[in-house]
DNA sequence: GCTATTTCGTCATGCCGATTTACAAATTAG
DNA sequence: CTAATTTGTAAATCGGCATGACGAAATAGC
């Protein structure tokens, strides 16, 4: 026997459900629906053996799934082995769907996602929002949310829940931003000003991109560092398979932790934060740019086309954030580190200089440093899929009991 | 209905054991022990209204608790309010004791707690361990445990299981000695070099330390980082009441963050790393003091008398750690800071200069800065007590079914 | 002092959820 | 065509907690 190692573990699927007979019949619906959703049609029997339950039980758990519609029976399977063939089970297309939006600073953007993971419906609409306020960017946001819902009504969906993206940091009760300087919102309930018919969470725009990461990244670990940036430099930290948020909700802010202890004073006090160095502003003024629409597709274009100015702005910047990272890297021993969201698109030419001095600073091997697949679409994604996680991890929310 | 947060949530008490109904009953009696175990003398019904389950309920669980001997019956209560009084139950002080021992560099220290968390023996022998090998140092410290383990046995206990803090990087395994420069060791299995007949956990002395803050802390909350040192400075992160340990088990070194990316080379392959500003060599030679055996009393001793050069010494350590924790603190957001082992016999002098850092570089309130009440006192406490709790986090696995 | 009231601990009973056992159905192997 | 194998379901059982009732032991009111 050893002992527990008194770890910090994410409780994952529901955990938060409370410790009685109940409380285990609904935890035991979601291993059911995770497997059939994670492993493709399976038969009953299949998902018993999967899941350590007898098929007896689990054939009461998928009667229950199917009533609830979040389940279907395809019928018998196609036999290659002896025996009865077993009756395919998949999760339903026609069920519930996940609203995830994303407000960004030159964009809003809507979809939904079915259960098994499809993007059924997206609308996105171009535009700058930085200093609008929050009600006429809302109010567009609820126009394109309405279409997207009617659209995925359409398809035989209904919405379970909206999910909604913000490039700045929301408090702990997942509705209010606190602050969001690319869009000069702080301190703004967003409950009141979007469709209040559905179950809403509100978040940072790089946790959903780090879940989304999570979720539909191929082959990415459930210890992570998911870094993004859209102007600010934010990090979510992911630790087994759940999101670290901090006591307040603002864990993972990045672009303040000191570079260089004596440089440029930065707006949160501190002097050489990383956002000096590796923001975008900051790398556009190296880069000899002015700031202008799409940013990150400026520079992007400029680095493709060899401009050296740029080449250089951002493998300076690309070392700035292999400093931090070393930091973060050692405080939080990940996995991995993924570049995701704008910063993706960056990466060829922040790539080398980050590797390089994260591997200079670190005994041993590296933490190796990725690029998300996803890209700039991932926060949106995460959104949606947040919404999806949820009922997934607790069907019985959905039907019955609440 | 909100839809959850997909936070990163430890499992705490239990959370290993099974989701079946044996797993709820071994969930519940841990449940009962915590509760009498915290609140004192309670009896059936105290307990079943605490911890919601019906009085009938909690007393078979009771029973089973006092059948393995983790409960006693103290007796009828005194009666002060109508009705029958209760009968008082108190978690045994004659049950399993937990072992804890300490390897540092300049003494061995080994103890025992019973289930209340009262040291019931204890020893510590001063002796540089610094270069010795494993095998005579584990010989001296089985000696050392075998005196505690008999003297335990003598006041009725019997050991349920030995944990042993060690000045270094320990394997996931939570055997395995990876690194431990201090001592030079590297790679050592110590299970074989350790008495064989209790379960064995051996783990980082800044990871026990952050638990004994945690367990016995008064007022620690559930989220903080723990910054301990002994010439290499850890830092151990603790997220709703769990360690963060990192892919590897190497989460934690602080030691090891860029401070000035341009600073003075470090063992690590680094530049700049905190440790070569708040490490103890660094301090020392700051200082203009030779290295000796108890380095950190003769810190403290000089700061105390007046020292300058001392003085500046540590001030200019804590503005260092002041520039390490800003991008920790950023990055984890916790919601206290605490110096343990033996850099609190240093806090004095640190806390100012750390404070004024922090505080400089952080937008709104900076996260509070708290000296351990444990000390130099806290791995040895964490080691014995981590015992402790993994008894009471299953009692059942003691008796019955492991 | 006596009775009513309140609370405690326990017992008998019932419910809920999963397991066990048994069996019919549907396939392959020989 | 029969034996073997696997699936899905139904009936019986078991483990664990809840419910309701009861005696025991205290206080409160008279």
């Not at 008194?6 to 938060?16: S, V, Y």
């Not at 870094?227 to 087994?240: L, N, Q």
């Amino acid at each position: 026997m050893t002992a527990p190692l008194h770890e910090a573990r994410p409780t994952g699927p529901g955990r938060a459900l409370p410790d009685t007979q109940q409380g285990m019949r609904r935890r035991n619906l979601a291993r059911v629906l995770h497997t059939v959703r994670a492993e493709g049609p399976l038969s009953r029997a299949a998902v018993a053996s999967r899941i350590g339950l007898t098929r007896a039980a689990v054939s009461t758990l998928v009667d229950e799934l199917i009533r609830s519609g979040l389940l279907e029976e395809l019928g018998p399977e196609r036999p290659g082995r002896v025996g009865r063939p077993g009756s395919a089970l998949a999760v339903s297309g026609r069920g519930p769907a996940g609203i995830g939006a994303e407000v960004g600073v030159d964009h809003l953007a809507v979809c939904a996602v079915d259960l098994r993971g499809t993007t059924r419906s997206r609308v996105i609409r171009q535009g700058a929002n930085r200093g609008r306020s929050p009600q006429p960017v809302l109010a567009e946001l609820t126009d394109l949310i309405r279409q997207v819902v009617d659209e995925a009504e359409g398809e035989g969906l209904y919405p379970a829940g909206l999910a909604v993206a913000v490039p700045g940091l929301v408090a702990r009760d997942a509705r209010t931003v606190v602050r969001a300087p690319n869009l000069g919102w702080h301190d703004t309930d967003l409950a009141p000003l979007l469709p209040a018919d559905t179950a809403l969470t509100v978040d940072n725009e790089a946790n959903f991109g780090a879940l989304a990461e999570l979720w539909l990244g191929d082959g990415t670990p459930r210890d992570f560092l998911h870094v993004s940036a859209e102007i600010g430099i934010g990090a979510a930290v992911v630790v087994d398979g759940g999101l670290l948020r901090g006591t307040r909700g603002f864990a993972g802010e990045l672009g303040h932790v000191p570079v260089r202890p004596d440089g440029p004073e930065c707006a949160c006090g501190g002097r050489g934060c990383l956002e000096q160095y590796a923001g975008e502003e900051a790398v556009l003024r190296a880069a000899g740019l002015e700031p202008d629409e799409d940013r990150v597709g400026l520079l992007a274009g400029r680095a493709a086309q060899g401009d050296e100015d740029v080449r250089r702005a951002l493998r300076d910047a690309g070392t700035a954030l292999g400093v931090a990272l070393t930091g973060a890297v050692n405080l939080l021993d990940p996995q991995s580190v993924v570049l995701g969201g704008e910063l993706s698109g960056l990466a060829p030419w922040l790539l080398p200089s980050l590797q390089e001095e994260l591997a200079r600073r670190t005994a041993g091997p590296a933490c190796p440093v990725s690029v998300s697949r996803l890209g700039p679409q991932g926060p949106l994604l995460g959104a949606a899929h947040s919404v999806i996680r949820a009922v997934l991890d607790d069907p019985a929310a959905l039907a019955g009991q609440p």
